[in-house]
């Protein structure tokens, strides 16, 4: 089955850090444009990063030198470290794949971690 | 502040039809492909619409999606309890980030 499971999310005071975690199955995360997409509680969503298939990364401004977004291609899974959180980090995390076919868009989203920064 | 801008919602009864708007600027919605995702309550979004107009496998066509310049519409015919949702519009932009709407709170009366 082709799925994404992302796991790392928990309570974590500012300052601090996580490391996040998308497990691929049923594809190779190498292969593919994978992203991370977050949700504030009660807020839309925002693009956080992308990982080209060529190693190339690209960050939100808002995330930009505090996270980083790296795979592990013999894990198959890819992962997003977060340092200098700040409260308003705090959001549900999404893993997603991207698909180019003229435009590009994601078609397959994982079901998030929720990350919460606060003392 | 989204970029790409939606109203933070519609209603319509049970069996009509609504449209969602999503406008942006030339550096996104003018020259790239619009998507369209939906978020039902409690759940990760899901593909609604790719490419402007297109419709993954297991989409009804009660969905489907136009663009025009640099404004992009969802239209749900034939409304459904099961369609109450976030919905969400999203496009590449030049500034080498994606970008999303609001998102627009669907209710079906």
């Known amino acids: 089955e082709v799925q994404l499971v992302e796991s790392g999310g928990g309570l974590v005071q500012p300052g601090g850090s996580l490391r996040l975690s998308c497990a691929a199955s049923g594809f190779t995360v190498s292969s593919n444009y994978m992203s991370w997409v977050r949700q504030a509680p009660g807020k839309g969503l925002e693009w956080v990063s992308v990982i080209y298939s060529g190693g190339s990364t690209y960050y939100a401004d808002s995330v930009k030198g505090r996270f980083t977004i790296s795979r592990d291609n013999s894990k198959n899974t890819l992962y997003l470290q977060m340092n200098s959180l700040r409260a308003e980090d705090t959001a549900v995390y999404y893993c997603a794949r991207a698909v180019y076919t003229g435009g590009w868009y994601f078609d397959l989203w994982g079901r998030g971690t929720l990350v919460t920064v606060s003392s | 502040q989204s970029v790409l801008t939606q109203p933070p919602s519609v209603s319509a009864a049970p069996g009509q039809k609504v449209t969602i708007s999503c406008s942006g600027s030339?550096?996104?919605?003018?020259?790239?492909?619009v998507s369209w995702y939906q978020q039902l309550p409690g759940t990760a979004p899901k593909l609604l619409i790719y490419?402007?107009?297109k419709r993954p496998s297991g989409i009804p066509d009660r969905f489907s999606g136009s663009k025009s310049g640099t404004s992009a519409t969802l239209g749900i015919t034939g409304l459904q309890t099961g369609d109450e949702a976030d919905y969400y519009c999203?496009?590449?932009?030049?500034?080498?980030?994606?970008?999303f709407g609001g998102g627009t709170k669907l209710t079906v009366l």
């Open positions: 030339s550096s996104n919605i003018g020259n790239n492909y």
């Open positions: 999203g496009t590449w932009d030049s500034s080498l980030s994606w970008v």
């Open positions: 490419d402007n107009n």
